[in-house]
């Protein structure tokens, strides 16, 4: 079972940003966490980020067919980029949003999410472990 986490603006920075609210890992060490939690649970994972909003369009076009499931932070994107929410029903794949912060508990503007709608849970405010938990939720999610 392959699934892929696609990071958004900005996420290239981690190590960088806030650690009150990202922690202190890069997204070199934060990706290979995640792959160690994957092979743990006997998924295969691919990892891809970009700061351009039509790259993560595009990718998320070639999903399809690629993997069997999503992780989805699409960083600052996931408040309004509506491209990317449609580009995710054209996917037509199982995705779990996953924010390292605790969004909901931050700036109003950051409680809305255009993607949520369409994805099969929300994980936020659990730091690197949010992806764990997305990864356990998409091997029940998905047939074997
Ligand atoms: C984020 C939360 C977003 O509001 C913010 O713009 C980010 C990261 C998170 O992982 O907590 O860039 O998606």
């Known amino acids: 079972m392959r699934i892929a986490v696609l990071h958004g603006v900005n996420l290239d920075q981690l190590g960088r940003r806030d650690p009150a609210h990202y922690g202190s890992m890069t997204l070199a060490q934060l990706e290979a966490r995640i792959s160690e939690w994957g092979r ?3 998924i295969e994972t691919t990892f891809f980020q ?7 369009v595009e990718r998320l076009h070639a999903s399809r067919g690629a ?7 699409p960083g600052a994107w996931t408040h309004y980029a509506y491209a990317i929410r449609d580009a995710l029903e054209i996917s037509g794949l199982p995705a779990v949003e996953v924010h390292l ?4 508990s ?20 659990r730091g690197a472990e949010g992806y764990r938990e997305a990864l356990q939720i998409l091997k029940k999610e998905l047939p074997e």
């Not at 970009?50 to 993560?56: D, I, L, V």
């Not at 700036?107 to 993607?115: A, N």
């Open 40 to 42: 743990e649970l006997g």
């Open 50 to 56: 970009t700061n351009h909003e039509g790259e993560y």
């Open 67 to 73: 993997a069997a499931g999503l992780i989805l932070n």
């Open 101 to 104: 912060s605790d969004v909901m």
């Open 106 to 125: 931050r700036e109003p503007w950051r409680h809305q999410s255009v993607i949520r709608e369409l994805c099969v849970a929300t994980v936020a405010g």
